[in-house]
C-alpha cells in the first residue's frame, strides 16, 4: 500500500451554479475552476437535506439526519410520530464521524470555520456578551476569546478534531456581539494555515474547512469591516495572503463585475481557496492531496424543501495521478457517499457499528460503474422524497396531532414542512411551488424541471405512483421513526384548502427582505 492521501474539504454555504465560473458563471472563480480542470466536475451531485445543518451532518456522518440518536433531536421528534428534519441535526462525542474515524487511523485532523451541527449557543458554558459591546475594550477582548475557545474545544470533543480553529458555531447574525455579525474568511485563512503549518507531512492530515459565505449577511458589508476584527478578538490576519481588500473595485472593474454579495463574496471564497492551493504546493504536498470543493446545498427557491432546486448541488473534487483531468461525471451521487469516498481513497475501514448510508464514489470517478444508485432519497421537514430516472415523488405527511390541531381550530393555519412559523426560505418555497400543501406529489423532471405541474392526482400515473411508493418505503421503513406511505384524506378537505390559502396570505408580505438576485 503507497503512502495515504492528504484531504482538504472545503465546504461552502448557500451557494449555486450560477457563482461558480467551472458551472459556466460570469464571476471570476480560477482557483476553484481549477479544481474542475485538474480532475472532476460533477453535473449530479446532491444533498439529501437542504438546509445547513441537516446537509452538514449527512457530510460529516455518512448518513441521512432520521438516524441522528442525540438527544437534541430525539427530544423534538416523538418516537410514534414521522421525524421533522430541519436545524436540529446534532453531531456528537458519542458518533462515530469524519473527524474522530480518520483520528482513529492515523490522521491529523483540522476543522476550520463553520460548525453547526450542535446544540443552540444557550445551551453552551459561554461567557455572556451584550449586543452592543465594544470589541476594542479589553475586557470584552477577552471575553471574545474565552467564547471562541468553548467552542474550539466543543468541536473538538464532539466532532473528534484533534485541531479546531476560527470556529463560527452558527450563522453569522447569530453571533451576541453585533459588530461582530460580519463574515471573515481571512480569519478563516489564519486557522486553515495554522493547522497545515504545524503538520508532519511524513504522516496524513486531513483539514475539513467551511465559510459561511454564500449565506448572509451581505458579503459587499462584511468585506468593508476592519480585517482584524473577528469574532474571537483582535488579531494580526496580514501574514495570510489573502489580497489586500482595497482592491476588490480594481479586481471587480477589470472583469466588468458589479460590486455586490454574489461577486464579492465569491470572489473572497476563491481567495480562500488559492490561499490553500498555494500552502499545499509551499508543503510539496500537492500532489498527493485530495481536494475536495462543494457546498452544502442549494438557495432559494429549494432551499428548505425536498424539491431539485434545493438539493442539486454544484461539486468539484481533484487528486492528482488518480482522477484525469476535466473529468465530468454525471452519475448521480449524493453528500451521504462523500464520508464513504474519504475511506475508501483512505484505505480506512470504517467500524462495524458505524451506520454509512451512503457509497463510495470511487468506481463510477475510476470508470468502473456508470452509475451509483439507482434512486437518491431526500428529507426535510415531515416531507420524504425519491428521485427515480425521470421521476420525482414527494410526500407530506404531518403527524396525527398536528391533523388533528388542524382539525379543531387550534391551527388557524396549515403549518409549512418544519412547523416554523414565518420562515424566509419556507414561505418563498411556498410562493413558488403549487404543490407545495399536496400529500403527494409527482413531477416528471424532463418536462417540468422546475416542479410545477403535480401529476399525482392523475389516474394516468397510478401505476408510477405505485412504484415510487414502494420505492420511498424502503427508505422510510430503515428508521426508527413511522412514516406512513398512503395519503392521508385531510389534505383533499376544504378546511385544509382554507387553512393552506391563509398560509399564503401570510407568508407573501414576508419575503421582501430577501435579496434578490443580482442577475449575473
Not at 44 to 58: D, I, Q, W
Not at 364 to 390: M, S
Amino acid at each position: 500500500m503507497g503512502k495515504r492521501p492528504n484531504v482538504v474539504c472545503f465546504i461552502s454555504d448557500d451557494t449555486d451554479f450560477s457563482l461558480i465560473g467551472a458551472y459556466g458563471s460570469k464571476i471570476k472563480t480560477p482557483n476553484i475552476d481549477s479544481i474542475a480542470e485538474e480532475g472532476v466536475k460533477f453535473e449530479n451531485m446532491h444533498c439529501a437535506s437542504s438546509v445547513c445543518t441537516a446537509s452538514r451532518y449527512s457530510y460529516l456522518t455518512g448518513q441521512y439526519v432520521g438516524r441522528c440518536e442525540d438527544e437534541y433531536f430525539l427530544k423534538s421528534n416523538p418516537a410514534d410520530e414521522p421525524y421533522n428534519v430541519h436545524w436540529n441535526a446534532v453531531v456528537n462525542e458519542n458518533m462515530w464521524s469524519l473527524g474522530r474515524v480518520m483520528s482513529e487511523n492515523g490522521y491529523q485532523t483540522g476543522y476550520v470555520g463553520k460548525w453547526h451541527t450542535g446544540w443552540p449557543m444557550k445551551y453552551l458554558p459561554l461567557p455572556e456578551l451584550d449586543p452592543d459591546s465594544d470589541p476594542d475594550d479589553p475586557e470584552v477582548d477577552a471575553k471574545l476569546k474565552e467564547f471562541q475557545q468553548v467552542l474550539v474545544e466543543r468541536v473538538k470533543k464532539d466532532g473528534g478534531f484533534q485541531y479546531a480553529a476560527s470556529i463560527t458555531w452558527d450563522n453569522n447574525e447569530a453571533f451576541p456581539v453585533k459588530k461582530l455579525q460580519h463574515h471573515n474568511l481571512d480569519w478563516m485563512a489564519k486557522g486553515a494555515l495554522d493547522f497545515l503549518s504545524n503538520v508532519n507531512t511524513d504522516e496524513p492530515f486531513i483539514l475539513y474547512i467551511a465559510t459561511t459565505t454564500f449565506h448572509g449577511p451581505p458579503h459587499e458589508k462584511s468585506y468593508e469591516q476592519d480585517v482584524s476584527l473577528t469574532q474571537a478578538g483582535r488579531m494580526d490576519l496580514s501574514g495570510t495572503g489573502m489580497p489586500d481588500r482595497k482592491k476588490i473595485h480594481e479586481r471587480l472593474e477589470k472583469y466588468g463585475l458589479p460590486y455586490n454579495h454574489n461577486t464579492v463574496g465569491m470572489i473572497w471564497m476563491d481567495d480562500l481557496v488559492g490561499v490553500l492551493l498555494n500552502k499545499l504546493k509551499e508543503m510539496g504536498v500537492e500532489d498527493n492531496t485530495i481536494f475536495f470543493w462543494n457546498t452544502d446545498h442549494n438557495t432559494e427557491p429549494g432551499k428548505g424543501t425536498c424539491y431539485y432546486a434545493g438539493t442539486h448541488i454544484p461539486m468539484l473534487m481533484k487528486w492528482p495521478g488518480k482522477i484525469e483531468p476535466k473529468t465530468v461525471c454525471h452519475a448521480r451521487v449524493q453528500n451521504i457517499d462523500f464520508l464513504p469516498t474519504l475511506f475508501d481513497a483512505c484505505n480506512i475501514v470504517p467500524p462495524k457499528e458505524m451506520k454509512l448510508d451512503g457509497k463510495s464514489m470511487l468506481p463510477v470517478l475510476f470508470g468502473r460503474e456508470k452509475e451509483l444508485h439507482e434512486e437518491l432519497y431526500f428529507e426535510f421537514g415531515w416531507a420524504r422524497a425519491v428521485l427515480w430516472k425521470n421521476w420525482k415523488y414527494i410526500a407530506l405527511r404531518y403527524p396525527k396531532t398536528i391533523i388533528e390541531k388542524m382539525k379543531s381550530g387550534e391551527l388557524k393555519e396549515a403549518p409549512n414542512h418544519i412547523n416554523i412559523r414565518m420562515q424566509p426560505q419556507m414561505n418563498i418555497a411556498i410562493e413558488h411551488y403549487p404543490g407545495y400543501f399536496d400529500g403527494d406529489e409527482l413531477y416528471n423532471l424532463d418536462e417540468d424541471p422546475e416542479e410545477k405541474r403535480n401529476l399525482a392526482f392523475n389516474d394516468a400515473y397510478k401505476d408510477i405512483i405505485d412504484i415510487m411508493r414502494k420505492k420511498l418505503k424502503k427508505y422510510t421503513d430503515s428508521f426508527k421513526h413511522p412514516f406512513p406511505i398512503e395519503e392521508n384524506d385531510f389534505y383533499r378537505t376544504e378546511l385544509f384548502k382554507k387553512l393552506v390559502e391563509e398560509t399564503k396570505k401570510i407568508g407573501t408580505d414576508y419575503i421582501e427582505w430577501w435579496p434578490k438576485a443580482a442577475g449575473i
